[in-house]
């Protein structure tokens, strides 16, 4: 049975496009030699110090396959989702303009989008997922925050998911505590999930992106601003322009 129409995390290479393919095929000999000669050296005094330079040898070879193997994911996670990220900088900006937003990549404005993640084994279901999966960092603010994982069950993400529909949200409280509390009972966070939420951030809004019949991802937008998405034009605004991302995604992917 195959599996349902997704985004991916990251796909994979191939075997010679790889940084530590290479660097193990070519650190390979060099060590296999140190070894052998640390082994077959003709004094107990020069064996000593070819096994340390053997070791060391080892270990340098190790680092650079390790730091290899770190860029081959970083290169990966650009080249799968450079179109994404593209996209979502096409709609930061148009947002940004609408809501006479000047400086379209500062902290007013973020983008980025999350994955559902379809559950381990061959005939996982979208429709079992527990989790989602934010698959690129923000556009605008500072970046970061690719990578992370929440409940399914949670935030105006997971409400959108479920529902199946664009939802608006905004933060009711000043109060940083009263926010936690605020995160954990309306939107059902997790105390831990709710501390660690960007502060500052006063209005959001999702749209689920699908593929077929099933939800498999949703665009997350959030600003410093209170209000910002409650206009039904800057509303529809935003829904046309991700109606646009949705037909790449299910092109792309």
């Excluded at 010679?16 to 095929?25: A, D, G, H, P």
């Excluded at 000669?37 to 390790?66: F, Q, R, Y």
């Excluded at 429709?127 to 970046?143: F, M, N, P, R, T």
């Excluded at 829904?239 to 299910?250: E, F």
Aim: contains cysteine; hydrophobic residues 40%.
């Amino acid at each position: 049975m195959s599996r349902e129409k997704t985004i991916p995390g990251s796909a994979k290479r191939g075997l010679f496009e790889r940084k530590s393919v290479v660097e193990t095929l070519s650190v390979g000999p060099p060590v296999i030699a140190a070894v052998g000669a640390a082994v077959n050296a003709a004094t107990p005094h020069m064996a000593e110090w070819l096994g340390v330079g053997a070791c060391w040898l080892t270990l340098a070879s190790i680092a650079k396959i390790l730091h290899a193997r770190a860029q081959d994911k970083a290169a990966q996670r650009q080249a799968d989702h450079d179109g994404l990220i593209g996209a979502l900088h096409v709609l930061q900006a148009t947002v940004a303009a609408a809501c006479g937003i000047v400086d379209a990549l500062d902290a007013h404005l973020r983008v980025t989008i999350h994955r559902v993640v379809l559950p381990p084994g061959k005939d996982g279901k979208l429709i079992d997922a527990e989790e989602i999966e934010q698959v690129v960092d923000y556009v605008g603010g500072d970046g970061n925050g690719g990578g992370r994982r929440f409940s399914i069950r949670s935030g105006i993400t997971g409400l959108a998911i479920r529902k199946g529909e664009p939802c608006v949200g905004a933060r009711q409280s000043d109060d940083e505590l009263a926010y936690v509390e605020e995160l954990k009972a309306r939107w059902s966070y997790t105390d831990q999930d709710a501390r660690r939420m960007a502060r500052g951030r006063y209005s959001f809004m999702a749209v689920p992106i699908r593929g077929g019949q099933h939800v498999i991802g949703v665009i997350y937008l959030d600003s410093d601003r209170r209000d910002l998405f409650t206009g039904t034009q800057i509303a529809d605004q935003i829904v046309a322009t991700c109606s646009g991302i949705n037909r790449y995604v299910d092109w792309r992917y």
